[in-house]
């Protein structure tokens, strides 16, 4: 990988994108995963490259959302396992989630890469290779997961996708988290819980939230969850990025 200088402008963007790219070379992200970043990446730019207010509020509900799950689980795909395998192994162990790879571009050697990748940054138990149920009403391969991981989950935290996954869980009558930089996706607008904010920066803060929580009493968990205004988060992220492109990025 080419040598970026710490002090260059754009530093860590271009370290974000050079995990994607060894991750397509390592047969962890799919090609597809190269274009999701690009359009990431835009709306970022246009964040700020930072986590808003309304973000952090969300990851601070998110951790609250997961600690108080029956059974959580982290989704994983190509770009994540690529971009944050330490921070995600990392959440898993703050709160108490599995986490089951589930990929719309799914092969089964592109899972099991990604679940030993998963491995090597210390994770234990990784789901998503038995195959054995389907999310009804999906015809793509996102439907297919394991009956023990999000199939059974009540909590699903989904970190970037394309579309309709999040309403085809909420019809399953699972609270959905999605993290996503576009808050005008499906996936962010079906969110009960929409993380407008770039994957690197989110889940380790998620984590950092969680750890907090853990020590607080149940109620404070409970007033986390009910004080979220998704609706609110949502506006404020496109009211950033709208500024962002009037030049106050
Ligand atoms: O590994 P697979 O086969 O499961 O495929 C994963 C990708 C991401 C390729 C697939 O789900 C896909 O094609 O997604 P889309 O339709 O390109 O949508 C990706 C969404 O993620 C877009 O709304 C992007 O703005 C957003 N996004 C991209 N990079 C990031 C991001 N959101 C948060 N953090 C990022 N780093």
């Given at each position: 990988m080419t040598e970026i200088p710490e002090?260059?402008?754009?530093h860590d963007s271009l370290v974000t994108r050079h995990r994607i790219e060894d991750g397509v070379d390592d047969g962890?992200?799919?090609?597809q995963g190269l274009i999701a970043q690009g359009r990431g990446e835009a709306y970022d730019y246009l964040l700020g490259e930072e986590t808003i207010p309304s973000a952090d509020a969300a990851e601070r509900a998110a951790a609250a959302q997961l600690l108080t799950a029956d059974h959580p689980v982290v989704s994983v795909n190509g770009n994540v396992a690529a971009l944050v395998p330490d921070a995600l192994v990392a959440l898993a162990a703050a709160t108490g989630a599995d986490l089951a790879v589930n990929l719309f571009n799914r092969t089964e050697e592109r899972v099991e890469r990604i679940a030993d990748h998963l491995r090597e940054h210390g994770?234990?138990?990784?789901?998503?290779?038995?195959?054995?149920?389907r999310i009804p009403g999906?015809?793509?391969?996102?439907?297919?997961?394991d009956s023990d991981g999000i199939y059974d989950a009540d909590v699903v935290l989904v970190p970037l996708e394309d579309g309709d996954r999040a309403a085809a869980l909420a019809e399953m009558g699972k609270t959905e988290l999605v993290i996503d930089?576009?808050?005008?996706?499906r996936s962010a607008q079906a969110a009960s819980v929409p993380i407008i904010d770039n994957v690197v920066r989110a889940v380790p803060n998620i984590t950092a939230h969680a750890r907090d929580l853990s020590e607080a009493e149940n109620a404070a968990r409970e007033e986390c969850i009910q004080e979220f205004d998704r609706e609110a988060a949502l506006r404020a992220a496109e009211e950033r990025i709208r500024g962002g492109m009037s030049g106050g990025a």
């Open positions: 002090d260059h402008p754009r962890i992200t799919s090609r994770a234990s138990g990784v789901l998503g290779t038995k195959a054995d149920a999906l015809d793509h391969e996102r439907a297919t997961v930089l576009n808050p005008l996706s």
